[in-house]
């Protein structure tokens, strides 16, 4: 077991790696040069020179590879150009929001999705099925920013009982004082009841937007498994010893059925822990996505290039999770 | 010709003991087939030497029917596959109609592989889902290069007719067919070709008793009809003993028994083909009641790393406390005129199907 | 003759089913699975179900149970076991006799058991349910005794172990001891050894005769293998297309078939104490299709004896009971007495 890990944890410190020279030598090769545009398109040649010279952007690319990997690893993250500021203070105003609503769009979905993929498969209800089969196929197919807008329209500006895109809180809220940069979190901590609602008005149609396609997917895949399990052999087996037709599905079904898909689950929390930039712009979200879209157009490297290395590990690490997860819960993984 | 004259199986330590025969389509040689498992991983894991066939020869001669049996993991469907050349074997020989498969490069085993077909167990897999029957049955001629359309057709609706398979039923897809009617569509593509050996892996195991029936008359009649030579991959005794000329008894990757099926059935040597007989159950319960079944003890294992002594010994009636077969591996040795057998004690215990009948 | 056969007595049933009649929707419609059975098992007896696949055998199994999920649904019948009706199609009653008074053994070994938790949790599932204030650790000691029972070695510690790191016999033994747990009267073993190689099956079989035979239990074999049939079973019910067409003592089905199914299933195995081969007698034709069964005997289209003839056309048979009182023979065959009385004079001259 312990070997497994370690092998795992191996294999994802190369992946990263690998993520973080990839990403590294595109955006040297990509054409443009961040030089020219600090500088701007009238400035003489021999600024040019001296900013490329500062920035390191002279030195051969696996000396530019080196330099960067070594400061980042050492916290330093580079220096946003297009922001005036220091990659580290972008995202450390930028991330946290994102996080948060990555965090409770993946809640939302995963919980919807368990409930509903029951709803569809204990007892035979075609009527139930249809209709949470029918949900899925609108939530794949539709476009998440369409369904933001639409959304918007209905709650905020027809309703009028949700805020409108106006970030993360009310303007007149201030945020509450930083402990996990949550504010739903935080504003609990300090006991700011208003704050807390607030913010959690704020995050319900944008996480309901983002959560959208993961929740179909996901609703997919466990409604598909919980029917394959329950026609095993041995539900039937369990139900014969006279337990009944719940706790047989509790105990025996689910497990079952929920192992296959740990590792979508996974790769989903990864995706929605980076970011979107279509959902953060329509709700005018201060997350990492709009920052993103921003520096690629800026040809702000230093921002790009983090965002790649913190996004290839939080996938690696979700995956690493889930991999040990396999490892203490299924049994046939454990002892093999 | 009685089946013992026709071909005989040279034993694995002393190959060219016997010259081969004239008449052998097939003879495989010293086969042996290891998988290792494990090592994967940067720092590795256990590594784990599994022999799937562990020396296996014997000969096949022309137009006879030879089969292979013994429980699952005794390799028996790994010697086909080996036969075909669908999996590369470690260590052996094998020749088809007198050319080494091993020496051929990759267009001249195309080309011989035309001449060895094989039928699988499940009807229900072995089938493109999409494709009809007819297309089923003309894809192979495609593949092989017969590009004669009216040649084609004539062949393929020959074939289908052959099997059992209407004018009209021809379009079907296989969902469309019974179990029974799959498993002929299976055998019409293995035949099309026109070869010389097929492979039969547990034809009828799938199918219902009466089934079974109507699938094995059809393979009889088609053997008898176009010259075909069966090896006859099979764990029911019953089919095996009913329907092959000789047969090689495999346990845990090595041959125990070879003879032709009188014999072997009436009056087998090895104590582990005598537990087999034993341990199947006759349609005829007053022989039930009467008879005291030999109830061999474990399980067949696959060992790993180099076996010392006897495979079957740990669960042998007749070796288990014994020295000698603990110690040393008894080699197949020809104890009768065509009847070999890998024991020390060959033919020391009541034996076939009658085995333990009078005892109680 | 060395054991005796046993006689359908009725003070001495355990199990009776009647009228059991279940259906599936399907896309071809509504289809009977189990058309109107009857049958009664007594105390101790081994009873042989046999029919090929789609006959019903699994359905009935399930249907005795109260097993059957929608989209099927039991249409009518009646359950009568250990002296009293019981109400097996309510599903919250029959929680409390379910693996109590009947259990159940299934075909596949390797999907009958959960693959996550382990064998211990799944033989003491059932114990704790049934057995009030029985507490874990005894539970767990019972566990161990009926591994014992059924001959798996070391049994306290591979109580911690899970289904995959047994073998496909273990399993089945396994599956034995979880259906012998709260001492049942009635087991439904459903092709029990059919997954399982020739010397395994051996083995299964001798446990589950010898646990048979000390605790008293009746048991309901499910298969199509012929041989089990002539080996275990004490009575013989051969099911075609959700009826039972034949049922008598197991010597009668062998050696004088009625039915002419029974006999044709007979004909058409291969006898290894037989050396002779020639043509295997099969049966023509392919199992009926439940959703257009013929008008009158299902089996007429592949009959050897009435196909064509008209009654056999139109007419469905009714069970006609031959033979003697004693040793009756049940067959549903309009020239079942003929058949029966014919081959009385063909026994006649054979050794018994």
Request: hydrophobic share 40%.
């Amino acid at each position: 077991m312990l070997r497994t890990v370690i092998n795992k944890l191996v294999g994802s410190v190369a992946a990263i790696f690998g993520a973080s020279i990839i990403s590294f030598v595109f955006l040297r090769v990509l054409p443009g040069n961040p030089a020219r545009l600090i500088v701007g398109p009238l400035a003489p040649a021999s600024s040019l020179l001296s900013v490329e010279k500062q920035m390191g952007l002279d030195q051969p690319v696996i000396v530019q590879y080196g330099r960067y990997m070594t400061s980042f690893l050492r916290g330093d993250w580079g220096f946003s150009y297009g922001a005036g500021v220091p990659v580290t203070t972008e995202m450390a105003s930028r991330l946290p929001a994102s996080l948060e609503l990555g965090f409770y769009a993946f809640l939302l979905a995963f919980v919807a999705a368990v409930i509903c993929a029951l709803l569809a498969t204990y007892r035979y209800r075609p009527v139930t099925d249809g209709v949470v089969r029918g949900t899925a196929f609108f939530g794949l197919s539709v476009p998440p920013f369409w369904f933001g807008l639409l959304a918007l329209l209905l709650f905020f500006a027809t309703w009028g009982i949700l805020p409108g895109p106006e970030g993360r809180l009310s303007t007149s809220t201030t945020p509450p004082p930083s402990i996990t940069h949550f504010y739903t979190i935080d504003a609990l901590l300090h006991g700011q009841l208003s704050t807390f609602v607030d913010a959690v008005r704020h995050l319900i149609l944008p996480a309901i937007t983002l959560g959208l396609a993961p929740f179909s997917y996901l609703v997919r895949l466990l409604r598909a498994n919980l029917l394959d399990v329950s026609r095993e052999p041995f539900i039937i087996v369990v139900r014969s010893k006279g337990i009944g037709r719940f706790l047989a599905f509790a105990r025996h079904a689910l497990p079952n059925a929920f192992l296959p898909t740990l590792t979508a689950a996974g790769l989903v929390l990864a995706q929605l822990l980076s970011g979107s930039v279509l959902v953060e712009k329509v709700f005018n979200w201060p997350g990492v996505g709009a920052l993103v879209t921003d520096s690629i157009l800026r040809q702000d490297n230093a921002i790009v290039q983090t965002f790649i290395l913190l996004s290839a590990t939080a996938y690696v690490v979700v995956n690493l999770v889930v991999d040990i997860l396999y490892g203490v819960i299924d049994p046939r993984v454990r002892i093999s | 010709m009685s089946a013992a004259e026709i071909g005989n199986p040279v034993q694995p330590v002393e190959p060219g003991l016997r010259a081969e025969h004239r008449d052998s389509l097939l003879a495989v040689r010293g086969l042996r087939k290891t998988y290792t498992t494990g090592g994967g991983g940067l720092l590795g894991g256990e590594r784990r030497t599994v022999r799937a066939v562990d020396g296996v020869s014997f000969d096949v001669a022309r137009g006879e029917t030879f089969g292979l049996v013994g429980e699952s993991g005794c390799g028996k469907s790994t010697v086909a596959r080996c036969v075909l050349h669908l999996i590369n074997p470690t260590e052996g020989e094998i020749r088809f109609d007198g050319v080494d498969l091993g020496s051929l490069g990759h267009d001249e085993l195309r080309k011989l592989r035309r001449r060895m077909q094989i039928v699988f167990q499940d009807p229900f897999t072995s089938l493109d889902p999409r494709m009809t029957a007819y297309s089923i049955v003309d894809e192979p001629l495609g593949i092989h290069g017969v590009h004669d359309r009216e040649e084609r057709e004539r062949r393929v609706e020959e074939m289908l007719d052959l099997v059992g398979i209407t004018p009209e039923q021809m379009d079907r897809r296989p969902f469309a067919f019974s179990g029974g009617q799959r498993q002929r569509i299976g055998l019409a593509r293995a035949l099309v070709l026109n070869p010389d050996l097929v492979v039969l892996d547990e034809p009828v195991s799938a199918l219902d008793v009466s089934i079974q029936a109507q699938v094995l008359n059809l393979l009889r009649d088609l053997q008898a009809r176009l010259g075909l030579t069966y090896l006859f991959i099979v764990h029911d005794l019953t089919i095996a003993e009913y329907f092959c000329d000789r047969l090689a008894v495999l346990y845990l990757g090595a041959v125990m028994e070879l003879g032709d099926r009188e014999t072997l059935f009436r009056a087998p040597l090895h104590p582990y083909t005598n537990a087999l007989l034993s341990a199947v159950p006759l349609p005829d319960p007053r022989r039930e009641r009467r008879r005291k079944r030999i109830i061999i003890k474990g399980e067949a294992s696959p060992q790993s790393g180099a076996v010392q002594g006897c495979r079957f010994r740990p669960r042998c009636p007749v070796g288990q406390d014994r020295d000698i077969c603990r110690q040393s591996e008894p080699p197949l040795q020809e104890k009768a005129p065509g009847h070999w057998a890998a024991c020390h004690f060959a033919g020391e215990l009541p034996t076939g199907w009658e085995a333990g009948a009078e005892k109680s | 003759m060395n054991t005796p056969v046993e006689q359908p007595t009725s003070d001495d049933a355990v199990l009776r089913v009647q009228h059991m009649r279940t259906e599936f929707v399907g896309d071809q419609g509504v289809v009977a699975a189990v058309r109107d059975v009857g049958m009664t098992v007594n105390r101790a007896e081994k009873v042989g179900i046999v029919g090929e696949s789609g006959s019903g055998k699994s359905a009935l199994a399930l249907s005795i149970l109260g097993l059957i999920e929608p989209p099927g649904r039991i249409v009518s019948g009646s359950v009568w076991l250990n002296g009293r009706d019981i109400p097996f199609r309510d599903d919250r009653e029959m929680r409390r006799i379910r693996g109590k008074e009947i259990s159940l053994i299934f075909q596949d070994p390797m999907s009958s058991l959960d693959p996550v938790k382990n064998i211990g949790d799944q033989i003491i599932e059932g114990i704790v349910w049934h057995q009030q204030g029985v507490s874990r650790r005894q539970a767990r000691k019972q566990a161990v005794e009926l591994l014992q029972d059924v001959e798996i070695p070391n049994a306290e510690r591979r109580l911690h172990d899970y289904p995959h790191q047994y073998s496909g016999g273990m399993r089945q033994r396994i599956m034995i001891a979880i259906a012998l747990a709260n001492e049942p009267s009635v087991i439904i073993a459903d092709e029990p050894t059919t997954a399982l190689d020739v010397l395994t099956q051996a083995q299964v079989l001798d446990v589950l005769q010898r646990l048979v035979t000390e605790r008293q239990v009746a048991v309901i074999l499910i298969t199509h293998n012929l041989g089990i049939v002539a080996e275990f079973c004490d009575k013989v019910q051969v099911m075609y297309a959700g009826r039972f067409v034949e049922q008598s003592m197991v010597d009668e089905i062998f050696y004088r078939p009625t039915h002419p199914y029974t006999e044709a299933l007979l004909e058409s195995v291969p006898r290894p104490d037989r050396l002779e081969r020639g043509i295997l007698p099969s049966i023509p034709g392919s199992p009926p299709n439940l959703a257009r069964l013929p008008a009158g005997c299902s089996f007429e289209p592949r009959c050897s004896v009435g196909h064509g003839k008209q009654i056999c056309k139109e007419q469905v048979p009714v069970s006609l009971t031959v033979g003697s009182p004693m040793r009756p023979v049940v067959a549903e065959c309009h020239f079942a007495r003929e058949r029966f009385e014919h081959s009385a004079q063909h026994v006649e001259g054979a050794p018994v």
